[in-house]
């Protein structure tokens, strides 16, 4: 008990230094020398309150330890860093691709391990993320991005920038995500007639497993061409995720499904178990090797190679090593031979993750993988008879669905209704069928398996369609503060206490049924909302682009949906996931300014994930957006003069979207929006330039000035004039900005005439989503970025 507790100490401390926003002086780990004087002390006592004084002292000194080692491998790696002088400027290097490319529209993204900088006094981190472009290819040549490879060599010219992600409420934290995989740069690779390959593969086994990892992904792609559910496939051979369609990944969210389509922690440990299984049985057919080597050492040596070939055949991904660390504690002790208890097991598992990656803490997964293991041995460890394997299982899927609901609604705000069922389907098919059948495809006398295996995931996924399209599919709330999350943990421990015979839900341990009582305050936790009269503005930080959340009392308005990248875009990776965490399940106005796709991008993705009243807009009747919103939903043009009331807070439109321009761009036909409260108000001209400016100072004169402007046109030269900046003589101005950004927005220019009249300027590539409450006859403002800072985020200096 005394080393689970202290191991758990240990977990303890390297995940309190993950939410410092600081690093500390390595010098304070001397401090630790005075606990151990301290138990070395309290050891020569025999007192019953000494001795549990001393095993306090002993988890405090393993929770210190656990920080200060998590401490020094942060401190080692963000050592390895891209200086700020080097950012934005062509660095000629040479390196190896380290993975598998991911392609998009002829363009490719790729790791590299950077080998030799040839730029004089340039400093380059040793692994990269890199971007390549058609039209940044040497000759224009849109072939050059689709030949790289993994395990080449190259020579390139490239710019670089440290790593840098949208900061947030309920966000994915990219900074986070590349440190713990060692991404210290990002960036792409310019046109020069100096790139160059230099080798087509590097003799090294890493890069030989990349380049086997790859062919594998090419014989998938000529053995099932345009098939629908490939990129799965590839997915559960090779790791590739980014294989799986954005729609397909939306029905395994749905249905809770996700996990069996990664290679998980599910899926290593069954190819490791059947290796097991198959070993042990043959083994013990010859009496020769049972006398040299047991069968079950044998065999459990051999599921564990099987599952490190697995592990490395996936590329090694964070999910797969944790696995295998865990894997490795139970090797070992079958391997000495001594009866050690799962739990004891799972302690030593645990305190192998957190050493080798101290920012596993971090990840979902952690939690849920070391919870879902957790349960098991709660409802299994220490039971008194036997159940039939069926109901045991039952009992198990039971167990996991129930326990794992606080992790979800605290990590995602969401929990599939019909996971159970899902699961209970696609479990045994994935693991018994199409994982067995894909890795053996991955052989290339058995890839003739491919067409079955595709088969299998097709059946699966017309049923998982179909449940996912149910109405109550997935319970949406916003996420629940974390005393309720411990209330309903104990609640939840108490139902799965034992019951007669190891089921019964009203029987065997008394009163197991109250249990449920204690997940009342998680399920029923309400969001907190503006009083009447007030109003919340949240600038989101979506990059180069602009989305705008304003809720009153009873109503919420989204004013632009940000921009498309890749595959994806801001709806669906930062607007909707904000939306949820906020407990905010419908929309009662949309205004997307004007077509651009840095306002447009994430539309239909938030249209798709809930309900939206009446959309305001300068687009077209043909546009995509506009025909979405069908012919019962509410569809209206930008209008000067429109106005509505919600709450006690007035909105206005100050600008029409159909007025004559001579200028072919869209952004002269910009919504601009007024809010206006007893509190304060608010300036959202979107992308207007210094006609537009001019044209509200001729007809809206009065109306212009605002407590917050958000800047036009995200600061360009081409806006913000002295006339319209000094009208409007904001107390706060936002800037929506993308971090290094092509047009160099805002300009210094810009920045002047807002220093002039005094302005707070914030900006959301350094401060992240900006978070604004007109409340109290005042209003008050804060930084996402610096409020919730960590160590890992880079200080961001203003122009």
């Known amino acids: 008990m005394r080393l689970r507790i202290n191991i758990i100490a240990f977990v303890i401390g390297t995940g309190v230094l993950q939410w410092q926003a600081d690093l500390p002086d390595m010098m304070w780990a001397w401090s630790l020398v005075g606990l151990v004087i301290g138990v070395k002390l309290l050891m020569r006592f025999q007192s019953l309150i000494l001795s549990m004084l001393n095993d306090l002292l002993i988890a405090v000194l393993c929770a210190g330890l656990g920080f200060f080692w998590a401490a020094t491998v942060a401190h080692w790696r963000l050592s390895d860093s891209l200086p700020p002088q080097w950012e934005q400027r062509d660095i000629q290097i040479i390196g190896v691709v380290a993975n598998l490319p991911h392609r998009h529209d002829l363009s490719a993204r790729f790791l590299l391990d950077v080998e030799h900088v040839i730029t004089e006094s340039a400093i380059v981190p040793r692994r990269i993320v890199l971007s390549w472009y058609p039209h940044n290819s040497s000759n224009h040549d849109e072939t050059i991005p689709s030949m790289v490879k993994a395990g080449q060599r190259w020579q390139f010219t490239v710019r670089l920038k440290q790593p840098h992600g949208n900061a947030n409420p309920h966000g994915f934290d990219y900074e986070a995500w590349a440190l713990e995989r060692d991404i210290r740069a990002t960036g792409y690779i310019r046109s020069s007639v100096e790139n160059e390959l230099l080798d087509t593969l590097v003799n090294h086994p890493r890069y030989w497993i990349e380049h086997l990892r790859e062919a594998i992904q090419r014989r998938f792609d000529e053995k099932l061409p345009n098939h629908t559910y490939a990129g799965v496939l590839k997915a559960l051979a090779v790791g590739d995720q980014n294989a799986i369609p954005r729609d397909q990944w939306e029905v395994f969210m749905r249905t809770g499904t996700i996990h069996l389509m990664a290679i998980s922690g599910l899926h290593i440990t069954l190819v490791s178990s059947l290796i097991f299984i198959a070993v042990y049985a043959v083994w013990r057919c010859y009496p020769g090797l049972v006398m040299r080597v047991p069968a079950r050492r044998a065999a459990v040596v051999a599921g564990f190679i099987a599952a490190f070939g697995y592990a490395v055949l996936s590329g090694l991904a964070i999910p797969a090593q944790r696995t295998l660390y865990m894997l490795t504690v139970v090797v070992i002790a079958v391997w000495r031979g001594k009866s050690t208890s799962p739990v004891t097991v799972l302690s030593w598992a645990l305190l192998w993750v957190v050493l080798v990656d101290p ?147 009203f029987s065997g341990f008394p009163a197991r049924w109250i249990g449920i009582t204690a997940l009342i305050p998680m399920l029923l936790v309400q969001s907190p909302r503006p009083q009447t009269g007030e109003f919340w503005l949240t600038v989101l930080d979506v990059g180069q682009g602009l989305a705008v959340v304003v809720r009153t009392r009873h109503h919420t308005l989204l004013f632009d949906t940000g921009p498309r990248f890749g595959t994806t875009d801001s709806g669906k990776q930062i607007i909707v996931p904000f939306l949820r965490g906020e407990g905010i399940r419908k929309l009662d106005a949309l205004i997307v300014s004007h077509a651009d796709m840095d306002h447009s991008g994430g539309a239909l993705s938030v249209m798709s994930a809930m309900p939206v009243r009446t959309l305001i807009s300068s687009l077209n009747q043909d546009h995509p957006i506009t025909l979405a919103t069908g012919k019962d939903g509410g569809n209206y043009p930008c209008r000067l003069g429109h106005t509505w009331l919600w709450d006690e807070v007035q909105f206005e439109l100050l600008h029409s979207s159909d007025v004559k321009r001579t200028r072919k761009t869209t952004n002269a036909s910009s919504c601009v929006l007024k809010i206006t409260s ?82 707070q300027i914030l900006r959301t590539d350094a401060d992240g989503a900006i978070l604004l409450r007109f409340e109290n006859k005042a209003w008050f403002v804060e930084s996402w970025r610096k409020s919730h800072r960590r160590y890992w985020h880079p200080e961001i200096r203003h122009r």
């Open 359 to 505: 920012w596993a803490t971090l990840a979902p997964g952690f939690w849920l993988s070391f919870g879902a293991i957790a349960i098991i041995m709660w409802v299994t460890v220490g039971r008194i008879g036997s159940l039939h394997w069926l109901v045991n299982w039952v009992r198990i899927q039971w167990a996991i669905s129930l326990g794992l609901i606080p992790l979800l609604l605290i990590m995602f705000q969401q929990l599939s209704l019909i996971s159970p069922v899902a699961n209970a389907i696609a479990i045994p098919l994935v693991s018994f069928l199409v994982v067995p059948l894909t890795l053996l495809a991955t052989v290339p006398v058995f890839d003739f398996m491919l067409p079955f295996a595709h088969a299998a995931m097709s059946l699966l996924m017309l049923l998982m369609h179909w449940l996912s399209s149910l109405p109550q599919a997935v319970w949406e709330q916003p996420a629940p503060p974390a005393w309720t999350i411990l209330i309903a943990l104990v609640g939840i421990g108490w139902m799965l206490l034992p019951g007669s015979f190891g089921w019964g839900f």
């Open 678 to 759: 007893a509190h304060g108000s608010a300036l959202l001209p979107s992308d207007i330039g210094s006609a537009d400016e001019s044209m509200l100072l001729a007809e809206v004169n009065d109306k212009l000035p605002a407590t917050v402007l958000i800047a036009p046109h995200h600061g360009s030269h081409t806006s913000s004039t002295k006339a319209f900046v000094e009208k409007v003589n904001p107390a706060l101005t936002v800037f929506p900005v993308g971090y290094h950004n092509r047009y160099r927005h805002p300009r210094d220019a810009v920045l002047s005439r807002y220093h002039d009249i005094g302005s």
